[in-house]
């Protein structure tokens, strides 16, 4: 099965708020962990991306924070815009010298103006 | 830098015929990834090149599936015959290598009727 999964299939927030992506992972192995937003009819666009020596990484108006102790990601975003919907997926390579990701299901955003 | 190029980006095609789908990475990277992706989960690995070389088809349904890259650059991937069920968005990816932040084409959508 997938190692990598999302608490919520959906998430609805009003424009401006923040917003909360929540992932859980099983493989206590991976050491890699990437976010990608995907907008209807386009491929996976790079978010941010985490090692798994870190706990925190800022990028614009986004931070990914991984707690390893419950295997746990989340991808937060800042004053959420309308440009924001799309799925989001979070991933992670187990390890190993292949550079595989194993993806989530994803959670779909909607961001009501 | 010119991103990764798919062509077609849709298709539709009967049971039982075959189809082509082609990959064009970004200059120099020396991997490169062919996922599956079904309406509403995360992509799902396919086959990966290192240069022109496989490192990973353990996913790929070799009966009916089939993926070439002979140059090391451009990357083929085959579908014949197809069923209902290979109905999905087909997304090529490429790496620079040594990483596994992956950056995607836009995809093929692919219907089966």
């Known amino acids: 099965g997938e190692s990598v999964g999302l608490h919520l299939p959906t998430l609805s927030v009003q424009e401006g708020d923040n917003s909360i992506i929540n992932c859980a992972y099983s493989n206590s192995a991976s050491d890699y962990f990437i976010w990608y937003k995907q907008e209807s009819g386009k491929g996976p666009q790079f978010i941010i991306d985490i090692r798994s020596n870190m706990d925190k990484r800022q990028g614009q108006r986004v931070t990914v924070l991984l707690n390893k102790t419950v295997k746990h990601l989340s991808l937060q975003i800042a004053a959420t815009q309308p440009g924001d919907s799309a799925v989001y997926f979070c991933?992670?390579?187990?390890?190993?010298?292949?550079?595989?990701?194993?993806f989530g299901k994803g959670t779909l955003l909607t961001v009501n103006p | 830098e010119a991103g990764v190029a798919q062509s077609p980006r849709y298709k539709i095609i009967e049971k039982r015929q075959s189809v082509a789908f082609w990959c064009n990475p970004i200059?120099?990277?020396?991997?490169l990834y062919w996922y599956q992706q079904i309406l509403g989960q995360g992509p799902k690995l396919l086959i990966q090149f290192q240069n022109n070389g496989v490192v990973d088809d353990s996913q790929l349904p070799k009966d009916r599936f089939s993926a070439e890259r002979l140059k090391g650059v451009d990357s083929t991937l085959k579908i014949q015959p197809a069923k209902l069920e290979d109905s999905a968005v087909y997304l090529c990816a490429s790496s620079p290598g040594q990483t596994a932040r992956q950056y995607f084409g836009p995809g093929t959508r692919l219907t089966v009727t």
């Open positions: 200059s120099g990277h020396a991997t």
């Open positions: 991933a992670d390579d187990s390890g190993g010298s292949n550079y595989k990701l194993t």
